[in-house]
C-alpha cells in the first residue's frame, strides 16, 4: 500500500522553515501576518485549488481534488495558527527560526500544528505529482484560529456545509501521546476557560501608608485559586464532576495493561513524584478525569504596594458528560461563595467551549489507520488511548456534517506544545507521509474501505 | 522668625520639572541616568559645594555650609531616587514629565522625595542669596538607593561618619499622613520583603496533556500566600508578632482622640471596607501594628499550560520589639512548612532589613519643629503621628552618628507615592520653605535653641 517516492526527512525542513516563519499567533497577531500564513498555504495547495477564505476572523485555507468518482471523500482538518511563545527568554533559539538539533527541528508551532499539517500537504502533493492523482476525494481546510477556541468556525462551517461534506474527517492536529510506540486517539478532552479578576482600591497603595487597613487583592485572589482544590487534588468545585460516567472495570483494566513507566515519565518532566486527584492512576487522570488548572497569575510586581487588582487565568479539559456552561457556572458560584470582604470579585468567562470529544474504537477508520500505522511501523501495534488536549472542531465536525473525526497526527505529547522550545522529529516527516500514503490507499481501496455516503461536492 | 522673599510656587515648576525628567529609577536605571540626577542636584547646592560622592551604589550627593560657629549643625536627609513606574498605561500623563492640574503637580517622585528635597535646597539658597549666611550649620546627603532599602548606606555613613557629624538630621523624606492638617512623625515602620519562588516541572506544560498529573506551581503558591493571613486578617506567621509591646491604655486613648473620618478615608481609596488586623482601629493599624503584604505575584500567563514556576513577592512593615532577621526567619519557617508535595519552594530575603523607629515625642527637635509649623500653620496644631512608610537611614544614622531624626516633609501619604499618577500638591512648596526656614532659625536661637555637640566640621 505505498509506493510514493519520499525525499529524506531534512529536504523538506527549508521549506518548512518559511511556514515557521510567519509569527502566525492567532491570539496577538496582524491581519496581514495571519493572511501571510494562510497565502503560504494555499500555494501549496495550488494543485488543488488552494485559496484563502474569509471567516469573519482569521482566514482559513480550503482546498479539494475530486477527481475519483465513486470513491470516498475525507476532509482534512488542521490549523495554522500557533500560540504564543511566552518569554522570549526560555527558547534556546528564536521561535520563528526554525533551527535543527540532531534528530530534531524547533520553533513555535512545528509540532502545533505546522509541522504535522506540513507531512499531509506534501503526501498530496506527491500523489498529484508522481500519479497524476490521489486514491480518493480530499478535500482540505485548514483554520487560523485554533488556539484562541475556533470562535468562527461554527457558523464557517454551517455556511459552508455543502462544500465540505466528507464521509470521514481526518484531523493533521492531534498527536500520539509518546514517542516510544505508535497510537491513535479515540477521544479527546472539552475545554473551557474564563479569568478570575479582584479588586480592591482604586489604585495600586503604598504598602506602608495603607498596609493592614484595606483588603489586598493578592491575598484574595490567592485565596480563592487555594479554595479550587482539596489539598489531596481533587477539583473542590462543587458541581464539577456532574455527569461524569464511573470509569467501568474493564476499562481500568485496559489502561492497566498500558506498559506505561510512571518513574520515568515525571523524571522526564523534571518532577519528583505525581500530584492529581486521588483513586485514579496517572494514566486514568490524562485519559479519564476531567483537570482544572490555573494557567496563569499576575497582580503588583516587586515594588512595596498593594496592588489595586489580581487576576487569575483558569481553564478546565473537560471528559465526556460534563456540560461546559455547567462547568463554568460551577466554577462561578464556587468563586462568589469564597468570602472576599473589601474587593470585588468578578468571573469573566472566555467564549469558546468545547465538550470532549469521541470516536468509537470499532469506528471503521481507526481500523484503518491502525493498519496504516502497521506499515510504517510493523513492529509495534497502535495502541488506542485518549488525549488531553482539546480540539474544538471535532465536536463541530459532528454537529455541523455529520461526520467524526480521526485523529491523525505525527506530533508527539512530549514535544513542548505550548511551551518554549516546541520541537518536532525530523524522522516523523517521512514517517507521517509514508503513513498518510497507505491511510489513503487503505480507505479507497480493500477491505478497510470507507463506505462513501452521499456527500455535496465542492 | 521668618523674612526671607520667596517667589510664587508656580515659579519653581520649571525648575523642578528638570529634575523629574531624569527617570532616577534606583531599581532599574543605568549609571549616567542616576549620575545625571544626582550631578542636577549637586550643582543646585554649588553655594555649599556640592558634589557628586561615590557609595560603591549609585551616587551620593554632599554639601555643606559650615559659616555659623558656635550655632548647631544640622544634616539634611533625602534621596533623588525613584519608584519604578509600573504599568505606563496607568499614568494619566507621562511619569517623566511634570504635569500641572489645577492645584497639584504629577510625576515619578514628585513627593516622594523630590518635590520636598527641592524645598529645602531652595530654601538655603534664599538664605545664601538674601542674607549671606544661613542661620546655623547645614550639611546635605541625598542618596540614591533609598527606593531598593540603601544598601550602601551603612557602609558610607561609617566611612564619612567624621565629614556627616552633627546635632540632628532632618529628613526632607517622610511626610504629613493626611492633608487636612500639619503633622510631625515620630515614629517609622521598619521593612524586610522576600520573594517566595515555587517550581515545578523544568518548563512549561501542556494543560491537556499533562493536566491533572503534576503539581501546578500557581495552585501552590496560592496556598502558600493564602496562608499567612488568617481569614480574620491578622498574620498568621508564628512568631511574627514577637517582641511587639501591647499598646498600652494610654496610647490607644490619644488615637481615639485624632480625628479621624474613617468613612471618608476608605472612600478615598476607592474601597467600601476596612480590612485588617482584628481588635485594632485602623489608626492603631497603620501607626502601631504590623503588616505583612503580597505586593506582587506572577506566573504563566493566559494561555493553557501547567508554569513551571510561580513567584510570590513579600515584604513586612515592622513595628518596634521585632527583629527583622527574626521575621525572614519566621515567614521562611511558616512556607517551608506549609505541605507543597511535587514542587520545590524557596524563600529568597532581599538585603536590605530595616528595623523600626522612633523619636521621643519629648524630643527638643519635635517642640522646634511644632513651633515652626505653627508659623506656617497658626490655626491648626500638628499632630504627634506614626508613618507606615519606612526611612532605612533613621536607624542607620543612629546607629552611625549617635543622632535622631527629626522627619520634615511636605509629602502628604495620599500623594500616591510608589503608585501611578504620583502627585505633590504646588501650595505645599512656599509652605515648606517657610517652614524649614522658621525651623533652621528656631533652632539657631531662642527658647527651642539645639544645645550643640562636640561635632565634627566639613
Redesign the interface.
Known sequence: VTGLRLDSGDSYLAELAEFIAVPSVS?DADRETMLAAAQWLARQLSFAGGRVVETGGHPAVMAEWLGAPGAPTILVYGHYDV??T?SLS?WSTPPFELSVEGDIIRGRGVTDDKGPLYLVVKTAQAFAAQEGELPLNVKFLFEGEEEIGSPHLPEFLAEHAGELGADLVISADGGM?RASEPSLTVAS?G?V?L?IVVA?????????????????P??E???I??S??H?D?AVAVAGFYDGIADLSPQRRAEIAQVPFDETGF?HG?????????PGYS?LE??WE???L???????????????HA?V??V?C?LVPGQNPDAVIDAIAAHVQAV?A???TVRVVPDEARVPAYTIPAAHPAISAATAALGVVYPDQPALLTC????LPATSLFERALGTKTLFFSFSV?DE??????EFFRIRRIGEGMRAWEALWRLLADGPHRLAPREVSGG
Do not use: C, F
Open positions: 491570539r500560540q504564543p511566552g526560555e501521546w478532552k475545554l476557560s479569568d480592591g482600591a482604586h489604585g495600586d497603595l503604598h504598602s506602608g501608608r495603607y498596609g493592614g487597613v484595606v483588603a489586598n493578592v491575598h485572589l490567592s485565596q485559586l487555594a479550587l482544590h489539598r487534588g515525571l518532566l523534571g518532577v519528583s513524584q505525581a500530584r492529581g486527584e496517572i487522570r490524562l478525569r476531567p483537570t488548572e490555573v494557567n496563569g497569575v499576575s497582580g503588583g510586581g516587586k515594588y512595596t504596594v498593594i496592588p489580581a487569575g487565568h481553564s479539559r468570602d470582604p473589601g474587593v488525549m488531553g488536549g482539546t505529547a513542548r506544545l505550548h511551551a518554549p522550545d
